[in-house]
């Protein structure tokens, strides 16, 4: 298994160093109807970030994004994250607008497509806990923190609901808890997390 030697949505070359931190990446296949009613395997799409502090602390980690084979439009992603190096406790984890992380603001707001999409957190204009991109705390004890999840919010395929688009995207970690900011007025200030803690862009991974 590699890495793309590019980034789909963009075309520009992708450097990525490996972490400190490493998550088995495992083949993950579906299987299809041919002519003669064989099953075809088919490989599912995974990405990956690799996890890098936004600021002068030593954070090193791995995010595994492995979308699920669907024969529906809504498909699921599976995704997993370790990550050492963060303060304990529980952190806001999302996937961002952009491909980007020198600053770690470059990587926008969060991942929200289609004709309704609100990339901003805060009032007065919002989205969150909606946004496509919104995943869950995760926990931190003693400098690591692992999650698992799955999510139906987004792809790594093509369609409206990618987050392979014109800009890429990227996975953000940031130094607070999500308090999910589920108000239908004026929002606590940094309910979505506050500040950003570290940044990986997500690449796709060739098998």
Request: proline share 4%; net charge negative; charged share 20%.
């Amino acid at each position: 298994m590699k890495l793309s030697a590019k980034n789909r949505k963009t075309g520009r070359g992708v450097s990525i160093t490996s972490g400190l931190v490493a998550i088995a990446v495992t083949s993950v296949t579906a299987c299809s109807t041919g002519e003669q009613g064989q099953q075809i395997p088919e490989a599912a799409v995974i990405a990956r970030a690799e996890i890098r502090s936004c600021n002068d602390a030593e954070v090193t980690g791995t995010a595994v994004f492995r979308e699920q084979s669907s024969t529906e439009g809504i498909k699921l992603v599976d995704f997993s994250l370790e990550v050492s190096g963060l303060t304990d406790g529980r952190h806001a984890v999302h996937v961002h607008e952009t491909a980007a992380c020198e600053p770690c603001g470059a990587a926008g707001g969060h991942h929200d497509p289609g004709p309704f999409g609100v990339t901003t957190p805060d009032a007065p204009d919002f989205n969150h806990p909606f946004h496509g991109g919104d995943l869950i705390n995760l926990e931190v004890k003693d400098g690591v923190g692992t999650l698992s999840t799955t999510s139906s919010r987004f792809t790594l395929s093509p369609g409206r609901m990618t987050v392979f688009d014109a800009d890429g995207s990227a996975l953000i970690i940031h130094s607070g808890t999500d308090k999910y900011c589920d108000q239908e007025n004026e929002l606590e200030p940094g309910c979505a997390g506050g500040a950003r803690d570290a940044c990986g862009i997500l690449v796709l991974v060739e098998e």
